[in-house]
């Protein structure tokens, strides 16, 4: 009864409250999640044609920035944003505008240089006749004088020959005057690029590496920034040596090499463009876009790198609220594509939304309610479960304790009721039994007899406490006498057992009791510690003044009640483990009407005991009624 295996309703049972909760609840979790991919996919539906129409927005303003810029560009505007560059191409030359934007160019343009035979006089004096002081004088002479051709190729010999001598310093010096002069060439090569050039190969020779790091430098820059008109050929020839000795290849490559190599591309196609038209332009795993016009004999190309097309174009496209780009965006990513033949632009353009894309308000809040909907259905119906399922296992128990009493008041009438037909069977069969025998079976028919009453009044009156109906008549009265008393009606039943029991207490104790009330309790309690304790046969009851009331304690050294049954064995029908295992028979209302008699009186039970050891039932009456 104690144990929790007892408590459990049949498997069948479980699995039936399993059964119609678990289904209907796995049916409703699964309609429920399609109902939440129903709305996904509505919301991706609708997230898809909002993308499309913004789609069709943006490319139209992209379409219409572009025609502004087309516009500039046949007005021969000069004035471009960042990124952007102007070719135009001639049959035999090209040009670009705003200079500094292309690191070199298709074709280069011819500097002015001062004819060799401005330095005949020099030459010979260094050449023919060895003499590098004159030939020094000469230059430096030369090096002053007012055209800046002659004064640049003087500069130029000058430091050669310096070098020559091992005048390094003075050598520098004269390139470092040198790599000042734009516009003009010296060797063949604009002057200021070959003076920068020819200091860095002199701090090179010299293992100067910091000095070569810093001019090294500086020519890259000048480089990149397009100082200099160069071809491709030329160009990389001085990027390389300049990256060779920074150490430092630029990466990503600079925005004017870029355009250059698509003004070289456009270049190699310049036959098989078009009049006009526009188109995008693939290097270094860049799409720039190039838009171009015929005017004149020549082409007019505005070249476009990624940055002008982002923050020109691009942008106008944004105002939709979306995110244009050319790149391939994710694969997971929503997008929109609209190709360049539907568009007229000069790529395929990719929108994307903005943010995140989020769920629309309407949705989320849907999704919300929905998942909150489906999470207290979840809820009420697991309670409503572990309710049902507490609900039947209680009435469950309560019907077995009750087929169980049924069971032990059914054993409990037939052993007396046995009895009495054994005597009554012998003394009617038997009319020559002695006196003597004949009285050993009125006596056992007596006891049997009093058992039978003493249980039915015992049910009785458990009934009448059970509705509330049993009378309590309360008069002062010495608990001494009337436990002595009980004791003594009791002692020819215990006896009959070989119990001995001993009551120590010295009286009066007066208290307001119903007499026969408190004498049942104490009848229960004794019958108890004498069924409860098999080959004890001591018992002990003790009455004591307490504070304000009477203590009466009945002691055994019987069996025993372990603590976590000694709350439980105060209910109805609630029989303890150890007593149905030793096979003791009882109905387990003894305890239920002691603890009603003493309710009644306004007192309590207190019960100690250890298994094994022997228990302590304590009546605690007050001595006057509240
Ligand atoms: P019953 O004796 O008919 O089973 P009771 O209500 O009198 O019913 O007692 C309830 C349970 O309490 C008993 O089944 C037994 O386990 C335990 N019990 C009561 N009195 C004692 C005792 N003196 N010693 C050990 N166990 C006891």
């Given amino acids: 009864m104690f144990s929790k295996g007892a408590q ?35 919301e991706g539906q609708q997230a898809q044609d909002r993308l499309e129409r913004a789609a069709d927005l943006a490319a139209a303003s992209v379409q219409r920035a572009i025609a502004v810029s087309e516009q500039h560009l046949a007005a021969g505007d000069s004035n471009w944003p960042d990124g952007a560059v102007v070719v135009t191409l001639y049959d035999s030359r090209v040009e670009a505008y705003p200079a500094g934007r292309m690191a070199y160019l ?23 006749r060895h003499d590098r002081d004159a030939a020094i ?14 004064r640049a190729g003087a500069l130029l010999r000058l430091a050669r020959n310096l070098k020559m001598q091992g005048r390094i310093e003075e050598a520098m010096d004269s390139y470092q005057q040198m790599a000042a002069f734009d516009g003009v060439a010296a060797g063949g090569v604009p002057a200021s690029l070959a003076a920068l050039y020819a200091r860095c190969r002199i701090f090179d020779e010299a293992r100067r590496t910091a000095d070569l790091k810093a001019e090294a430098g500086r020519l890259t820059n000048d480089l990149q920034r397009a100082r200099w008109l160069l071809t491709a050929p030329a160009y990389w020839l001085y990027a390389a040596d300049a990256a060779k000795w920074t150490g430092a290849v630029p990466h990503p490559p600079p925005p004017s090499e870029i355009l250059a190599a698509a003004a070289a591309v456009l270049w190699e196609r310049r036959d098989q463009l078009a009049p006009s038209g526009r188109e995008a332009v693939h290097v270094e795993g860049r799409t720039l876009a190039a838009i171009w016009q015929a005017s004149a004999g020549t082409r007019r190309i505005l070249v476009a790198a990624p940055e002008f097309v982002d923050s020109q174009w691009l942008s106008a496209g944004r105002e939709a609220g979306i995110r244009l780009s050319l790149e391939t965006a994710a694969p997971h990513i929503r997008r929109a594509v609209r190709a360049a033949a539907d568009t007229s632009l000069p790529w395929p353009l990719i929108a994307t939304f903005a943010g995140p894309a989020t769920a629309s308000g309407t949705f989320a809040m849907r999704r919300r309610l929905l998942i909150g909907g489906f999470v207290l259905l979840v809820s009420v119906a697991l309670a409503a479960t572990y309710l049902i399922f507490r609900a039947v296992s209680r009435e469950l128990a309560v019907a077995r304790l009750q087929s169980d009493f049924v069971a032990a008041v059914s054993h409990e009438f037939r052993t007396p009721l046995t009895t009495l037909r054994q005597f009554t069977d012998m003394l009617r069969d038997h009319d020559e039994l002695p006196a003597d025998r004949r009285r050993i079976c009125y006596e056992a028919q007596s006891r049997a007899t009093d058992r039978l009453t003493r249980l039915v009044e015992s049910l009785l009156d458990f009934g009448r406490m059970e509705a509330g109906a049993r009378p309590y008549r309360f008069e002062r009265r010495d608990c001494v006498e009337l436990v002595r008393r009980a004791v003594e009606d009791f002692r020819g039943h215990a006896q009959v057992a070989g119990y001995e029991i001993d009551v120590h207490g ?10 026969e009330a408190v004498s049942r309790a104490i009848w229960n309690l004794l019958e108890n510690s004498v069924k409860y304790s098999p080959g004890q046969n001591g018992v002990e009851v003790g009455l004591e003044r307490g504070d304000e009331c009477v203590r009466i304690s009945i002691r055994d050294h019987g ?6 049954e000694q709350a439980a064995i105060f209910g109805r029908f609630r029989r303890g483990e150890e007593a149905r295992r030793l096979g003791i028979k009882g109905t387990g209302i003894g305890l239920a009407i002691v603890d009603q008699i003493v309710k009644a009186h306004r007192g309590r039970v207190e019960v100690e005991s250890r298994p094994g050891e022997g228990s302590t039932f304590t009546l605690v009456l007050p001595m006057r009624e509240s």
């Fill in 506 to 515: 010295e009286g009066p104790l007066e208290a307001e009791v119903d007499c």
């Fill in 106 to 128: 298709p074709v280069a343009p011819d500097l002015p240089e001062a004819p060799t035979s401005a330095f005949a006089r020099g030459e010979d004096l260094e050449f023919r």
């Fill in 137 to 150: 004088e000469v230059f430096r002479a030369l090096s002053r004088s007012p055209d800046p051709a002659i």
């Fill in 559 to 564: 069996i025993g009640i372990p603590a976590h």
């Fill in 8 to 42: 459990l309703p049949p498997r069948g049972l479980i699995a039936l409250v399993l059964g119609i909760t678990v289904v209907p609840l796995t049916v409703l979790l699964w309609l429920g999640w399609r109902m939440l991919d129903q709305d996904r996919l509505l």
